[in-house]
C-alpha cells in the first residue's frame, strides 16, 4: 500500500503557576487526573479542529480522517499530547462524489474544483474502490469486470486476465501537512489549553472540598 511520512503534532500543557489556582487541597494524585483529563480533551478538540479545517478543502469524510489520527498521550514529565496522523494512502474511494463513465471513474479530491477524470479505471460494485487493470489498453464495463473478478481461477482458462490494482489519492499526513490546518490546531490549542485546564483542576477541587467531614458541634 503506498503511504507518505507519516506526520505529527505535539502541544504542551500550560504550567499551573499560569492559571494561579490554590491546588493546595488536591494530592498529587488527585492533580494529575486532573490533568489527564485535560490532555485528553484538549488532544481531542485540537484533532478536531483539523480535521474540520482539512475537509474544507479535501473532499472526504471526518470518519476517513480520523481513521487516520491518534492521539498519544505523555503525562508524567511534559504533559503534552502528541497527534499522529498516519501516511497511507486514501483510497479514491474514501473520496466523494465518483462517477463510473465509458472512459473510467470521476473523482473530486477537492472542494470547490471540478471532478477529475481517471482512465482506465472502474468502481467495483459493493466494495467501494477504484481499481485499474494493469496493461489496461481499453475501458470495460462495470459488469464485464464484476463477472471476471467472480470468475474461479480453475474455470474458463482462455480469458487473459489482468491484475488489478487499487488507486490512491493523497494521504490524511498530506493534508494536515497544511499551512492552514497546522495554524488551526496549534491557535485552537492554544486558545483552549489553559481554560480546560482551569476547568479539570477546579472541578477536582470542588469534589475535594466536599468530601471533607465537616466539623460537628
Given at each position: 500500500?503506498?503511504?507518505?511520512?507519516?506526520?505529527?503534532?505535539?502541544?504542551?500543557?500550560?504550567?499551573?503557576?499560569?492559571?494561579?489556582?490554590?491546588?493546595?487541597?488536591?494530592?498529587?494524585?488527585?492533580?494529575?487526573?486532573?490533568?489527564?483529563?485535560?490532555?485528553?480533551?484538549?488532544?481531542?478538540?485540537?484533532?478536531?479542529?483539523?480535521?474540520?479545517?482539512?475537509r474544507?478543502?479535501?473532499?472526504?469524510?471526518?470518519?476517513?480522517?480520523?481513521?487516520?489520527?491518534s492521539?498519544?498521550?505523555?503525562?508524567?514529565?511534559?504533559r503534552?499530547?502528541?497527534?499522529?496522523?498516519?501516511?497511507?494512502?486514501?483510497?479514491?474511494?474514501e473520496?466523494?462524489?465518483?462517477?463510473?463513465?465509458?472512459?473510467?471513474?470521476?473523482?473530486?479530491?477537492?472542494k470547490?474544483?471540478?471532478?477529475?477524470?481517471?482512465?482506465?479505471?472502474?468502481?467495483?460494485?459493493?466494495?467501494?474502490?477504484?481499481?485499474?487493470?494493469?496493461?489496461?489498453?481499453?475501458?470495460?464495463?462495470?459488469?464485464?469486470?464484476?463477472?471476471?473478478?467472480?470468475?474461479?481461477?480453475?474455470?474458463?482458462?482462455?480469458v487473459?486476465?489482468?491484475?488489478?490494482?487499487?488507486?490512491?489519492?493523497?494521504?490524511?499526513a498530506?493534508?494536515?501537512?497544511?499551512?492552514?490546518?497546522?495554524?488551526?490546531?496549534?491557535t485552537t490549542?492554544?486558545?483552549?489549553?489553559?481554560?480546560?485546564?482551569?476547568?479539570?483542576?477546579?472541578?477536582e477541587?470542588?469534589k475535594?472540598?466536599?468530601?471533607?467531614?465537616?466539623?460537628?458541634?
Amino acid at each position: 500500500m503506498p503511504r507518505d511520512p507519516k506526520d505529527t503534532l505535539s502541544f504542551t500543557m500550560p504550567t499551573l503557576a499560569h492559571l494561579g489556582l490554590d491546588t493546595g487541597a488536591l494530592s498529587p494524585k488527585l492533580l494529575d487526573r486532573a490533568v489527564r483529563r485535560a490532555v485528553g480533551k484538549l488532544a481531542r478538540q485540537v484533532n478536531t479542529a483539523g480535521s474540520r479545517e482539512a475537509r474544507k478543502t479535501w473532499n472526504v469524510k471526518a470518519k476517513t480522517i480520523s481513521r487516520a489520527t491518534s492521539i498519544v498521550d505523555e503525562y508524567d514529565r511534559y504533559r503534552r499530547f502528541i497527534i499522529q496522523i498516519r501516511g497511507l494512502r486514501l483510497s479514491l474511494g474514501e473520496f466523494s462524489s465518483l462517477q463510473q463513465n465509458e472512459i473510467g471513474v470521476l473523482v473530486k479530491l477537492k472542494k470547490g474544483r471540478k471532478a477529475e477524470q481517471t482512465k482506465h479505471t472502474f468502481l467495483i460494485p459493493g466494495a467501494g474502490h477504484v481499481y485499474i487493470r494493469a496493461k489496461a489498453k481499453k475501458s470495460v464495463t462495470r459488469r464485464v469486470l464484476s463477472a471476471l473478478l467472480a470468475m474461479p481461477s480453475t474455470q474458463n482458462k482462455r480469458v487473459k486476465r489482468h491484475p488489478l490494482w487499487r488507486v490512491y489519492g493523497p494521504s490524511a499526513a498530506f493534508m494536515y501537512r497544511s499551512k492552514t490546518v497546522r495554524d488551526k490546531m496549534i491557535t485552537t490549542a492554544e486558545a483552549k489549553a489553559a481554560s480546560i485546564l482551569r476547568h479539570e483542576i477546579e472541578w477536582e477541587i470542588k469534589k475535594a472540598l466536599a468530601s471533607r467531614p465537616t466539623g460537628g458541634a
